[in-house]
């Protein structure tokens, strides 16, 4: 008998020990070197658009674009960069 499922606790989804603040992109922002892995969310700080390249990428993609984001959206995607052109939704707060 297994037991049953449970929701997953919020707090674990939407908070995280390790975080970095990007207020602003010169280039693309490789996230494995920044934090050690591909982050586990991004929150964003500012309304606009979000490009990233997720860990997950699929064959012949080069990178997503998220939009259109207002500030205080959550997007819960594993990525190994932020890619400065087309990136507008600043700052962001990278979770990890």
């Known amino acids: 008998m297994t037991a049953p499922a449970t929701a997953p606790d919020p707090?674990?989804?939407?908070?995280?020990?390790?975080?970095?603040?990007?207020?602003?992109?010169?280039?693309?922002?490789?996230?494995?070197a920044l934090g050690g892995g591909?982050?586990?969310?991004?929150?964003v700080l500012g309304d606009g658009d979000l490009v990233v390249v997720p860990a997950d990428l699929l064959p012949g993609q080069t990178s997503v674009t998220?939009?259109?984001l207002v500030a205080g959206d959550h997007i819960p995607i594993q990525a190994t960069k932020i890619v400065d052109s087309g990136t507008t939704a600043l700052p962001l707060l990278v979770l990890y």
């Open 11 to 32: 707090d674990a989804l939407y908070s995280s020990p390790r975080f970095k603040m990007i207020t602003s992109l010169s280039a693309d922002l490789d996230l494995v």
């Open 38 to 43: 591909p982050c586990r969310a991004i929150r």
């Open 66 to 68: 998220i939009s259109p």
